[in-house]
């Protein structure tokens, strides 16, 4: 049984999700989703940009209450946002990835180019191999990773992945769904 929103402990959820400026039906969803990270005394952790899609979900989470957490890299730190909670300068990329594993609570996907697709991988396979049992949420705004699902069904079904689609990876239609999967 879920609990109440009340009684529920405060995650650090790590966002992955786009740089670039997008179309609002997906800026509107995240815009939704970030509120409700916020109001429900969750903490950010993501990124650290103030840019795109990044800046969208920070700023949603911060209007409503919620805890930045930025994970920035060396050659990025001149757009890091300034004002989050906390901000770590990682040296590289695959440092700033385990940081924002190891801060994390729980990861959730939302939709991205590249940069989100590495961040969302490494994650899986990381899962994959037991390195960590974080829940990983793949947020599908406006079916954007049904290609992606398709994909990893077709792993899956002939015999590509050595665990269950379903213990590596949930699909959520929309904010609300993504955070009822992780009881948060
Ligand atoms: C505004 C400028 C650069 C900002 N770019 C990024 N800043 C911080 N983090 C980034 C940036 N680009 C990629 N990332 C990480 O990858 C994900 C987004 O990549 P995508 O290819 O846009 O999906 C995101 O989760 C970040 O952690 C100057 O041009």
Redo the contacts with the bound molecule.
């Keep these: 049984m879920a609990l109440e929103p009340s009684l529920r402990a405060p995650l650090n959820i790590c966002v ?5 400026e997008l179309d609002a039906v997906y800026t509107d969803a995240a815009r939704t989703f970030a509120r409700l990270l916020g109001e429900r005394g969750h903490s950010l952790v ?4 103030d ?2 899609l ?1 800046k969208v979900v920070a700023d949603g989470v911060q209007e409503a209450g919620g805890r930045l957490i930025g994970i ?1 890299v060396e050659f ?1 730190k001149n ?1 890091a946002r300034a004002n989050a909670d906390e901000m770590i300068v990682t040296a590289d990329l695959a440092e700033r990835k385990a940081a924002m594993l190891a801060r994390s609570d729980a990861i959730v996907v939302m939709v ?5 697709l590495d ?1 969302a991988t490494e994650i899986l396979e990381l899962r994959k191999h037991g390195m960590h049992t974080k829940p990983v949420v793949i947020l599908n705004t406006a079916g954007f990773y049904d290609g992606l699902r398709e994909q990893m069904r077709r792993m899956e079904a002939e015999g590509f992945l050595p665990v269950p689609l379903d213990k590596l990876v949930s699909f959520a239609d929309d904010g609300t769904e993504a955070l009822e999967l992780l009881g948060a």
């Design positions: 992955f999700c786009s740089a670039a993501w990124g650290g940009s840019s795109g990044m920035s990025l757009v991205g180019g590249t940069g989100t961040e």
